[in-house]
């Protein structure tokens, strides 16, 4: 690699720089034909390692061309920026994924509605089960928060391997999961949707096993169903919250 102490002073057109698309030559010749400093985000390619750079390219005249200003040196100001974009990409990360299971999480869910719905489902409509964790707090409460960053990581790969291939698993908020399905084959999606959701209240008929304890977890599981042209996600997801609503009605008046 290049040190500033070897590139001090060289041209840099002879001296081996980094796989850039030709981005800092381009905006040399830009420099170079309007007599302007140009600013870029400089990226490229070293040792396979994206580098990133802001790089400022300022021209300095002479000053004995009266009439005619003519260009006598480049000078580029260069500043690593590379952690910057590194902790741009976590932020991105972290406001539309989980940081416990790494699911898209709510933020997620609604691009995706925006976005890519029809495109990822074009078949007209799409279902989505809303999993609420009961009383989950107080595994938290009985245990730790560690302990129950366990229990839902164990979760989560259970009902990994319980959804359909095409499925996208959400972690939508705290206790509160989702899944969306699209009607891939022309069967009922209803149909689809209600044996998804038996299925997965049967996988946790049998408790989860953490640290030696053994943990019942309580599922309500509230579908809802909409065309795969919708804008909306918050309308989908009331839907299938007052459905849930209803269900753990009906389990408390039992």
């Given at each position: 690699?290049?040190?500033?102490?070897?590139?001090?002073?060289?041209?840099?057109?002879?001296?081996?720089?980094?796989?850039?698309?030709?981005?800092?030559?381009?905006?040399?010749?830009?420099?170079?034909?309007?007599?302007?400093?140009?600013?870029?985000?400089?990226?490229?390619?070293?040792?396979?390692?994206?580098?990133?750079?802001?790089?400022?390219?300022?021209?300095?005249?002479?000053?004995?061309?009266?009439?005619?200003?003519?260009?006598?040196?480049?000078?580029?100001?260069?500043?690593?920026?590379?952690?910057?974009?590194?902790?741009?990409?976590?932020?991105?990360?972290?406001?539309?994924?989980?940081?416990?299971?790494?699911?898209?999480?709510?933020?997620?869910?609604?691009?995706?509605?925006?976005?890519?719905?029809?495109?990822?489902?074009?078949?007209?409509?799409?279902?989505?089960?809303?999993?609420?964790?009961?009383?989950?707090?107080?595994?938290?409460?009985?245990?730790?928060?560690?302990?129950?960053?366990?229990?839902?990581?164990?979760f989560v790969k259970k009902i990994k391997y319980k959804i359909p291939e095409k499925a996208l698993f959400f972690r939508f908020e705290g206790d509160k999961f989702a899944?969306?399905?699209?009607?891939?084959?022309?069967?009922?999606?209803?149909?689809?949707?209600?044996?998804?959701?038996?299925?997965?209240?049967?996988?946790?008929?049998?408790?989860?096993?953490?640290?030696?304890?053994?943990?019942?977890?309580?599922?309500?599981?509230?579908?809802?169903?909409?065309?795969?042209?919708?804008?909306?996600?918050?309308?989908?997801?009331?839907?299938?919250?007052?459905?849930?609503?209803?269900?753990?009605?009906?389990?408390?008046?039992?």
């Amino acid at each position: 690699g290049q040190t500033k102490e070897n590139l001090l002073g060289k041209n840099l057109k002879e001296t081996t720089v980094w796989n850039d698309s030709g981005q800092l030559w381009r905006n040399i010749a830009l420099c170079l034909s309007e007599g302007k400093t140009q600013i870029l985000n400089w990226a490229f390619n070293k040792d396979d390692q994206k580098i990133t750079l802001q790089c400022s390219i300022i021209p300095t005249f002479d000053l004995e061309e009266k009439n005619d200003q003519k260009i006598a040196s480049l000078t580029l100001v260069v500043a690593n920026t590379t952690a910057t974009e590194d902790f741009k990409q976590k932020i991105q990360h972290f406001n539309y994924f989980d940081h416990l299971t790494n699911l898209p999480n709510k933020n997620y869910l609604n691009e995706f509605f925006d976005h890519e719905l029809s495109n990822s489902f074009p078949n007209g409509e799409v279902a989505i089960l809303l999993i609420n964790l009961l009383k989950f707090q107080r595994v938290n409460e009985s245990f730790g928060y560690a302990f129950g960053d366990d229990v839902i990581l164990e979760f989560v790969k259970k009902i990994k391997y319980k959804i359909p291939e095409k499925a996208l698993f959400f972690r939508f908020e705290g206790d509160k999961f989702a899944i969306l399905i699209g009607d891939s084959d022309g069967t009922s999606l209803k149909n689809e949707a209600e044996s998804l959701a038996s299925l997965i209240h049967h996988e946790f008929k049998m408790p989860v096993r953490i640290d030696q304890h053994n943990i019942h977890l309580e599922l309500s599981i509230g579908i809802a169903i909409g065309a795969s042209g919708m804008k909306d996600s918050l309308l989908l997801i009331q839907q299938a919250h007052i459905a849930m609503q209803r269900l753990n009605n009906k389990s408390k008046s039992k």
